[in-house]
Structures are given as C-alpha cells and as structure tokens.
C-alpha cells in the first residue's frame, strides 16, 4: 500500500518514510518470496467477470539501471531511443478485458542476458514465462497477443503447444504463400499453393469491412517462417498498412483486429507502473530482489484498478495520478489522527472528508 501512496522515488529509504517499517526492514523483505501470481490471480478473478470476454498479452520492456554487480544487467533493446542501451528488462504477462478495455498485471521475469538452456536465446526465455505462468490463467482466454517480435517459429508453437493460440502483428517482407484451391492433375504431386502474397496488393484478399478508417482485408494462407497455415489481416488506411495474423484459421477477421487493438493496454501498465509506482526506482541489485520489486510496482497498480473499477463499473478512463493523490491524503490523515489520538469517526461520515481526501486530485 506505500508504493499506492508515496511520492517520489520508490527506493527503500523514501519508502521508509511513507511508512512504519525501517529501510533495514525493506530491504529484507523484499529478498524474501510472495507470491504475487496468486494474489493477481485472485484480485483479478474477484473484478474481471466470468463472461466478460478476455485475452492474454505478453510483452517486454527495457528497465534503466547501473551497477557492475547487479543481477540481468546487459545490452537489450530500448524502444524509446530505438536502440540497445545497458539496462535490464522485464517480461510481462497479462489479461485484458476487452468489454472494459483494461488491462491487469499477471507475473513478470526479468530476462537474463544468457539463456539458461545451452542453445537458447531470449525468446527461449519468454517462452519459459509463458509456459511456466499460463496454468493461471483463467479457462476461457484462448488467445495470447503478442508484437511482431514474438511471431518466431519456436514461440508460436510453444504457444500452440500450450493449448493457446497466438494473435501478433507480421513484417512488411513477411514471406507468405496463397494457398491452391483450383482443380489437381490427374498424376504427380498436388500442387499446394498458388503463388507467394505481394504485400499491399488486395486483390486476392477478401474483403472483411471498414472500420474507423481502417479497411480489413483477410485470406488464410501459408507463412515460410512459422511453416503452418495462418489467418492474416490486411490494415489498410490513410498513412499506410498493418499486416496482422492468427494461428485460428477460423477467427475473423474483424475479431482479430479488435483483439489486437485490445494488446496496447499492456503499455499502459508499463507506462503507469514507470511514472506512479516506482517501476524505474529500485535500489536492489539481486535477482530475489528485482523480482519482488518489479512484481510489487505492477501489483501495486492492479490495486488501483480494482479499486477504480468496484466503485465505477461502468467503463471511464482511469487517472491513476488522481488515485495517488486520494491514497497520500488518506495516509496524511490517518497518520494525524493516529498521532493526536483523534476519533474519525463521525468526520469519515461527512461529505467534506471525501472532499478532503481528493484534494490536489485530477479528476474526483
């Protein structure tokens, strides 16, 4: 609850100072393990409805930081500069519900900068994520969304091999083939496909409808890189194109383009945990410890969403700025009536406290 209403950095030391625990007393416990998968597993069950209709979304993100000694830390790619730069970086999972347009923290790893298999790479490791803390997800999410990153052979059927399909974004010089339909020599092999895809050319593509601006084109045809059949969406709009696909053959079109317009609420956790949760904060340097306090900062955040979300059902955008405000002047105040032994009792029951706990806040 101190990373919900400090201000500042998150380190030990300005913890401390939100709270009744001793930097000493932080720094030990943050060595120590929780797991925080079951508690977001849990908060996220209690807030997200059973029939709301909800997908996985796997993404990773580039953490600054400094120290010989500190454990991942290596070259990964920063998106913000648009190149590798020392750093750390996190893997992260989670769920959105696409009816609320919210996303909601799950688990995240740190990536090291070696495999630990012998032959791996980093989408090894991603995969090891995804394959270790997908068993928490709820039954009904069939669907993991990922960036052009991951769409790599060895992911996508790792992910396929897990019982999910995966939704992701394809390069412009993807190398992919039309699938033959047409009538079969009598002998001789049967001719499989019809000619490699020239992308931006649509006139082979069905047409799928038109929305926002947006005309989506589809066809199931065969990828090179994955070596399977696949489902691709053709974007085509004002300043140019997108080239979307699903292992699900049998999902349209349009579903396909809505799910992945859903995958962006994942960077806005990245985003919100950077700015009001001391994501970017961390003093420790051990691999118990970043993990603790990676998964802590997102946890914190799912706090303020559940929050948010049981006193307003009803779909509105959420200003976790304005929530910090409410928590700092509720622990302001807790702390002066624990200290004057003051009786709040009847002040809680008035209008001005409220009044009083969303001073400096944005939106009420």
Known sequence: MTLVSFRGRANYTNLSRYSELSEKTYRRWFEKELSFIEFNRLGNSEIIPHSAVKIAVMDASFISKSGDKTYGLGKFYNGKQGKAETGLEISTLAIVDVDFNTAYHVSTR????????????????????????????????????????????????????????????????????????????????????????????????????????????????????????????????????????????????????????????????????????????????????????FNACFTALNLIKWQDRQLSPQRKPISVSSWKHRFFNTLMIERISSNFALDLSLIKSSPLYEELCNFGAIAA
């Not at 992701?168 to 009598?186: F, I, V």
């Not at 499989?192 to 050319?201: E, L, P």
């Not at 696909?245 to 609420?265: C, G, H, N, P, V």
Request: aromatic fraction near 12%; hydrophobic fraction near 30%.
């Open 110 to 293: 740190q990536t090291p900068v070696q495999s630990k298999d012998v032959d791996g790479t980093r989408v090894t490791e991603y995969l090891r994520h995804f394959k270790d803390d997908c068993q928490i997800l709820p039954r009904e999410i069939r669907y993991l969304l990922t960036d052009a990153y991951y769409t790599k052979q060895l992911f996508t059927h790792g992910v396929l091999e897990c019982g999910y399909h995966q939704i992701g974004k394809m390069r412009c010089d993807a190398n992919l083939r039309y699938l033959y339909t047409g009538e079969q020599k009598p002998k001789g092999r049967r001719r499989s496909y019809a000619g490699k895809m020239v992308i931006g050319d649509v006139s082979q593509l069905d047409f799928a409808g038109e929305k926002e601006g947006v005309k989506v084109y589809t066809a199931i045809v065969n990828c090179v890189t994955l070596k399977r059949n696949i489902r691709i969406v053709y974007l085509q709009y004002n300043n140019g194109y997108a080239l979307l696909f699903s292992t699900d053959t049998e999902l349209e079109a349009m579903t396909i383009y809505r799910y992945y317009k859903a995958r962006f609420q994942i960077e806005f956790l990245f985003r919100d945990a950077k700015q009001f949760t001391g994501l970017t904060d961390c003093q420790a340097r051990s691999e118990s410890a970043l993990h603790s306090h």
